[in-house]
């Protein structure tokens, strides 16, 4: 079974902060996917990566940065935390090739910026 | 760029009767539609998807429906559970964009006994 896995399932800071959200996934998968989740607007994409190293703007970038070192490693940054980032945040990771299109995710983490 | 809207946003149901839930993409290029299941404090769960190539696809109680003509998809759940009461993402594959995809806003299924 695939597995992906985040480094927090509950966070608390504080505005201002700095905010390192980490996902391992354990498939060898070449993309990864971060979202944030609120009520009422589903899922939005802030950041993928579809190598090591490479990464490209999703729908929602302003405020986030991304880091891809290893394969399997997918870090979301909050250079300064605000209370408009208080969300769910859930990574997914995917294959690459024709037909492979299902993304897999992880259980998420509920940050709150206080 | 791709839109996806998914109706409605919240549905009761009786145990044992059926769920519909409809969604609608601008993208006439899109070619693949997930479903995803969200039960409580867990990350949204793969139940079923269907490709631009096929109409219909069961697997035991569920099955989606595409129209791509319409541009709309549809999950269907028969002989509902309590357990099948959670939140649904439906999704759409944007073509240019290798594999992201658009989620639609969701729909609370409350499945009463």
């Known amino acids: 079974d695939v597995k992906v896995t985040q480094s927090s399932r509950y966070l608390v800071k504080r505005t201002g902060e700095k905010v390192f959200l980490e996902c391992v996934q354990d498939?060898?998968?070449?993309?990864m996917f971060w979202y944030r989740q609120d009520p009422g607007l589903g899922l939005r994409l802030i950041y993928f990566?579809?190598?090591?190293?490479?990464?490209e703007k999703g729908d929602i970038p302003e405020g986030y940065s991304v880091s891809r070192e290893k394969k399997e490693r997918f870090s979301l940054i909050l250079e300064s935390a605000s209370t408009n980032q208080t969300s769910m945040y859930l990574c997914?990771?995917?294959?690459?090739?024709?037909?492979?299109?299902?993304?897999?995710f992880g259980p998420g983490t509920r940050l709150t910026v206080t | 760029g791709e839109n996806v809207e998914q109706h409605p946003s919240t549905l009761s149901v009786q145990e044992g009767d059926s769920a519909v839930i409809k969604c609608t993409y601008s993208?006439?290029?899109?070619?693949?539609f997930p479903w995803y299941k969200q039960e409580l404090g867990k990350g949204p769960q793969l139940i079923i998807d269907?490709?631009?190539?096929?109409g219909e696809k069961k697997d035991q109680r569920i099955a989606v429906t595409l129209n791509k003509t319409a541009k709309h998809f549809s999950l269907h759940i028969t002989e509902t559970q309590p357990e099948d009461s959670a939140v649904y993402f439906c999704?759409?594959?944007?073509?240019?964009?290798?594999?992201?995809?658009?989620f639609g806003a969701g729909t609370i299924l409350r499945v009463k006994s």
């Open positions: 997914a990771s995917s294959l690459t090739g024709t037909g492979r299109y299902e993304q897999y």
């Open positions: 269907i490709r631009s190539n096929v």
């Open positions: 999704a759409a594959r944007l073509m240019e964009y290798g594999n992201k995809l658009v």
């Open positions: 990566s579809y190598d090591v190293k490479m990464k």
């Open positions: 993208d006439s290029a899109s070619n693949y």
């Open positions: 498939m060898d998968h070449e993309n």
